[in-house]
Nanobody, 127 residues
Framework: QVQLVESGGGLVQAGGSLRLSCAAS????????VGWFRQAPGKEREFVAG????????YYANPVKGRFTISRDNAKNTVYLQMNSLKPEDTAVYYC????????????????????WGQGTQVTVSS
């Protein structure tokens, strides 16, 4: 069973940057794609970015494309989300999650394709 722990959230002014980390336990973590999601108050949890198991592929939601970068270090069992040029609308609780299936490439965007969710980390961007 893989357990995930997010960290790195906080309060930042618009235009600033944050780097989120998703640390995993479990030897099989590196064989799965990982996604970052976010959920703002009163809104559905939405896909932000994903990365394949070998880090040879990434995919971003349109609102964050060009501002956020997902990466992973399988030796450290950690996935990162570098967030630059932050906007107030990026304010949300950010979660990482593991793909529930082994895939030959491809990154699912539906939250129902993920399991082993972390507890989330709050990101607040002030205007």
């Amino acid at each position: 069973q893989v357990q995930l722990v997010e960290s790195g959230g906080g309060l930042v002014q618009a235009g600033g940057s944050l780097r989120l980390s998703c640390a995993a336990s479990g030897r099989t973590f590196s064989t799965y794609a990982v996604g970052w999601f976010r959920q703002a108050p009163g809104k559905e949890r939405e896909f932000v970015a994903g990365i394949t198991s070998s880090a040879d592929g990434t995919y971003y939601a349109n609102p964050v494309k060009g501002r956020f970068t997902i990466s992973r270090d399988n030796a450290k069992n950690t996935v990162y989300l570098q967030m630059n040029s932050l906007k107030p609308e990026d304010t949300a609780v950010y979660y990482c999650a593991k793909d529930r299936r082994l895939r030959d490439g491809g990154i699912p965007v539906s939250r129902y394709e993920y399991d082993s969710w972390g507890q989330g980390t709050q990101v607040t961007v002030s205007s």
